[in-house]
Each structure stands twice: as C-alpha cells, then as structure tokens.
C-alpha cells in the first residue's frame, strides 16, 4: 500500500475519494503540520512508498509544469553562526534517492516577493513551498521511499496568492495525470 499526501485538500480536487492501492493524507499546511500528520501516519501503518503531490511557487518565471524533487532546502532558518539555510540541529539539505529532478525550498510562509525569491534561488533552490523538507525528513526516520510530485501555481512574488487560488485546481489536475502515468490509476 501507498500514502498519497497533500498538504491541503484543494490539491486533491482532481483525485478520486478513493484510489485503488492508496491510503490518502491531508497534513495542513506548514513544516510543523506536515512532520506531525506524516509521523503519526508512519506510526500507525506501514507504507511501500510515500506519493506527495501539491502546488510548488517557482523562482524562475520559465519554469512551469509538474516537476519530481529530489531534494529540499529550509529558505526560513540560520544556524547559530546566522548562516541561512543552515539549521541549528537538522541538515541542510535532505534527498530523495538517486533519481534527476528538482531543488525545493521549504518555509512556513507563503512567498510572493522578490526579496525572498533571490534569497532562495541563493540557496540554490528552484521551487518553494511551506511541507517537502519536513515530508522528506520524516520519511528518511521511518526508512519509507518517498517521491514528491510538484506542480508550478505561480511565480512566488508580485501578489503570487491570487495566482495560487485561480491555478490550485488546474494543478491538481496535472499531477492527477502523473500519478496515473506512473502508476496506472
């Protein structure tokens, strides 16, 4: 059995109630609500492999489309030394296996301005959102595989809100046929 998880429902509007092979979870937004509801998901029950779709901001007004992370970055935290990026306690980077695709930034507040899109393309992030380091970073404790699913909604500045709200179900619509493609349902 797989876990499909999304931070909010609105990302699953395009997904059936129930997918045949899927248990399905609903985190909340945020990295504290997503390691939360995933850790006590993994507690209860044992997974084949963790699925993650959502919407993803991009720091690059080229990119668009679904996109595979690979690894995550926090853009909101600074060790001791005051370095961003660098946690006092976790890594600075998690990854998901050997596989090509895309850097994610993680931070608990919605980006729309260019101050923070320049910080996390610094960092070396390509995408952002508010969950994945904290779904990758779970997902490693419990030693379950673990693939996530982004879809570009907006350019995470100049009003990028208003954007996600008219876009969050055209997302969900594009990740749903992922999902079918790479596992015929």
């Not at 029950?45 to 995550?72: C, F, L, Q, R």
């Not at 596989?99 to 919605?110: C, K, L, N, Y």
């Not at 729309?112 to 994945?132: C, F, K, N, Y």
Request: aromatic share 6%.
């Amino acid at each position: 059995m797989k876990l499909l998880v999304a931070a909010l429902d609105s990302e699953l509007v395009a997904f059936p109630a129930e997918l045949e092979g899927f248990d399905r979870l609903v985190t909340g937004a945020g990295k504290l609500r997503a390691a939360y509801a995933l850790t006590r998901a993994l507690d209860a029950a044992s997974y084949d492999e963790i699925v993650v779709v959502g919407t993803a901001g991009s720091v690059d007004p080229s990119i668009t489309g679904v996109h595979e992370v690979v690894a995550a970055i926090q853009h909101d935290v600074s060790d001791v030394a005051g370095i961003a990026g660098q946690h006092v306690s976790l890594p600075p980077r998690v990854t998901v296996g050997e596989r090509e695709g895309t850097v994610i930034a993680t931070g608990d507040h919605f980006v729309d301005d260019a101050e923070t899109v320049a910080a996390i393309r610094e960092l070396g992030g390509v995408l952002v959102d508010m969950e994945t380091y904290a779904y990758i970073w779970v997902a490693q404790q419990f030693g379950t595989p673990i693939r996530v699913l982004k879809a570009v909604s907006d350019n995470a500045q100049d009003d990028a809100i208003t954007d996600w709200r008219a876009t969050v179900a055209a997302c969900s619509a594009q990740l749903r046929n992922r999902v079918r493609e790479l596992y015929a349902v």
